[in-house]
């Protein structure tokens, strides 16, 4: 049973920083995406950032591109998103997700796909 587990999310004022963080221990060895995505109140689910399990690879959505690092740290079976220069507008449930597939070597972006899975999500609101 794979549970993504999220951790790290609070509220801040614009131009602070956030880490969210995400246990994937129980994804086991067979990972091969993992990522976030958030959703704000009535809006559309919006894919953020992947990383492949090697952690070689890294894909960014546009509106996050230079202010959001995505990293994966396979010795704690942890993968982070680190949040600069956050807005308002970034105010939204954050959800860690993982797929076992990728589609043609990316992870989620800039080809969006369903994950396989995905974790309960963590608030970020900022003001």
């Known amino acids: 049973h794979v549970q993504l587990v999220e951790s790290g999310g609070g509220s801040v004022r614009a131009g602070e920083s956030l880490r969210l963080s995400c246990d994937t221990s129980?994804?086991?060895?067979?990972?091969?995406?993992l990522g976030w995505f958030r959703q704000a109140p009535g809006k559309e689910r919006e894919g953020l950032a992947g990383?492949?399990?090697?952690?070689?690879?890294?894909f960014y959505a546009n509106s996050v591109k230079g202010r959001f690092t995505i990293t994966l740290d396979n010795a704690k079976n942890t993968v982070y998103l680190q949040m600069n220069s956050l807005k308002p507008e970034d105010t939204a449930m954050y959800y860690c997700?993982?797929?076992?597939?990728?589609?043609?070597?990316?992870?989620?972006?800039?080809?969006?796909?369903?994950?396989?899975?995905w974790g309960r999500g963590t608030q970020v609101t900022v003001s």
């Open positions: 129980s994804f086991g060895d067979t990972r091969y995406c």
């Open positions: 990383i492949i399990s090697t952690g070689r690879s890294t």
């Open positions: 997700v993982g797929s076992l597939s990728n589609r043609g070597g990316y992870c989620f972006l800039p080809y969006p796909y369903e994950p396989d899975y």
